[in-house]
């Protein structure tokens, strides 16, 4: 093998070469497996707003269409409904008619989602409108979720 000029071998670059290559990779796998698990984290926690938005609206659309709303917990009662919910996988749902002539859709978490038995209601009243409120016996603020909040009144500057 020849020398350099300064007498080494020019195996050396060859190898730094590779070692930065193999680093690069490395890196690369790392911030792959970050983004991936920041997906399945933002998939998990958007899962139950999505599908229970599906009911709500759903229970909404029964209501115009027949005058009440109904009951469904099972694969086959949400889909005869117009909703999919055979592919969730961090939920189970169901919804009910309550007393006052509401309705009331609830998530439970599975053990896919790593705390299984938490779940998280909306309660619709008719003449109260809706609330949310968690297993932890939090309501959540309208801004958290789809329904939006009542309008504020306009403010005027002078």
């Known amino acids: 093998m020849k020398k350099g000029r300064t007498g080494h071998r020019k195996v050396l670059p ?10 690069i990779v490395g890196v690369g ?22 599908i229970m938005g599906a009911i709500i609206t759903s229970q909404k659309v029964e209501k115009s269409r027949t005058t009440k709303y109904y009951s469904a917990s099972t694969i086959a009662e949400f889909k005869a409904k ?9 939920f189970t ?4 008619t309550t007393p006052n002539g509401g309705f ?7 053990d896919a989602f790593g705390e ?12 109260e409108g809706g609330s949310w409120i968690t297993s ?8 958290d979720m789809y329904e939006p909040a ?9």
Not at 93 to 96: A, I, L, P, Q, R
Not at 104 to 110: F, N, P, S, Y
Not at 136 to 143: A, L, N, S
């Open 29 to 50: 796998a790392v911030i792959t497996i970050l983004l991936h698990t920041e997906y399945i984290e933002r998939e998990r926690v958007t899962e139950a707003p999505s």
């Open 14 to 23: 060859f190898l730094e070469l590779t070692a930065f290559i193999i680093f």
């Open 104 to 110: 009331m859709v609830t998530a439970t978490t599975t």
């Open 82 to 90: 117009g909703i999919d919910v055979s592919d969730t996988k961090f």
């Open 116 to 127: 299984a038995g938490k779940w998280v209601k909306y309660i619709y009243e008719p003449g």
């Open 93 to 96: 749902y169901e919804t009910v």
């Open 136 to 143: 932890d016996g939090d309501p959540i603020p309208h801004d």
């Open 150 to 158: 009542p309008p504020s009144p306009p403010s005027f500057v002078i």
